[in-house]
């Protein structure tokens, strides 16, 4: 992965993370925060 496309992708969740928060109050970033943990939880039982 070159450094552009790395910028790129590290500008475009920075600006969905922020447009979720304007529009939403954050609540796409709360669900997908739960979901991650959902899954470390469910990784850590199979290890």
């Given at each position: 992965?070159?450094?552009r496309i790395a910028l790129v992708l590290g500008l475009l969740i920075v600006a969905l993370a922020a447009l979720?928060?304007?529009?939403?109050g954050g609540g796409?970033?709360?669900f997908i925060a739960k979901k991650i943990a959902d899954l470390t939880e469910y990784l850590a039982f199979w290890r």
């Amino acid at each position: 992965m070159t450094d552009r496309i790395a910028l790129v992708l590290g500008l475009l969740i920075v600006a969905l993370a922020a447009l979720d928060v304007l529009a939403n109050g954050g609540g796409i970033l709360l669900f997908i925060a739960k979901k991650i943990a959902d899954l470390t939880e469910y990784l850590a039982f199979w290890r």
